[in-house]
């Protein structure tokens, strides 16, 4: 079962119909027992990082959700979901997250070498750094669905893919049993579902 985490920041249920739709048993949540009990957690998110960490705090779920990662349950998060999992975000200030990955958040307008439109907003190409089980089958060069302004910086170490839009921008992450794709699969059509579907067969790590 996959415990899609309701804190009132996602894009819940677009995200749960995509689920449904790969044949996983998804359960919208803010019940601590519900992600106890799941095999999978996503953690989604739209809108402001501070508002999304108010939010979750103000759930009750940021202890539970960490004691489940750090047992070694799969966590994949998306969009802001996956900019939450960072250290801090420089977003309207500087703001804590949730600090299960090394990098910091920010405005990727002064990085830019060309002038572009933000948001980042359209259909980009993958293009790998890493493996990663998320992208079992998925050919680099692949495009996926993007909506936003801040990106992950600093996190090297743990980045396994990057979109191209004048700079690399930080696509996706992994530290072990911890996800993160900046894209939207539930956006992103067929190779969406694709890597949904593999990360739902994630393993996770043993502890």
């Known amino acids: 079962m996959i415990a899609v985490i309701d804190y009132g920041a996602g894009n819940l249920?677009?995200?749960?119909?995509?689920?449904k739709k790969i044949g996983e048993e998804a359960v919208i949540t803010n019940d601590p027992a519900v992600l106890d009990k799941a095999d999978h957690l996503i953690l989604p998110g739209v809108g402001a990082f501070e508002d999304a960490m108010i939010k979750l705090g103000s759930t009750g779920l940021i202890d539970p959700l960490k004691e489940e990662v750090n047992q070694g349950k799969p966590l994949l998060g998306i969009c802001l979901g996956m900019q939450?999992?960072?250290?801090?975000s420089e977003e309207f200030g500087m703001h804590q997250g949730l600090g299960l990955i090394h990098g910091t958040v920010k405005d990727i307008r002064p990085y830019l070498t060309e002038k572009l439109d933000i948001p980042h907003m359209?259909?980009?190409?993958?293009?790998?750094?890493?493996?990663s089980e998320i992208y079992k089958g998925i050919p680099e060069g692949t495009y996926v669905y993007f909506v936003h302004s801040f990106a992950a910086f600093d996190c090297e170490e743990n980045l396994t893919a990057t979109a191209d839009y004048s700079i690399p921008l930080t696509a996706s992450v992994q530290k072990d049993n911890i996800y993160g794709t900046q894209f939207h699969p539930e956006k992103s059509g067929p190779v969406g579902l694709a890597i949904l579907k593999n990360f739902c067969h994630t393993k996770g790590r043993n502890v």
Do not use: H, T
């Open 13 to 19: 249920f677009s995200l749960s119909g995509s689920l």
């Open 122 to 131: 359209g259909w980009n190409r993958l293009q790998f750094q890493k493996p």
């Open 84 to 88: 939450m999992l960072f250290e801090a």
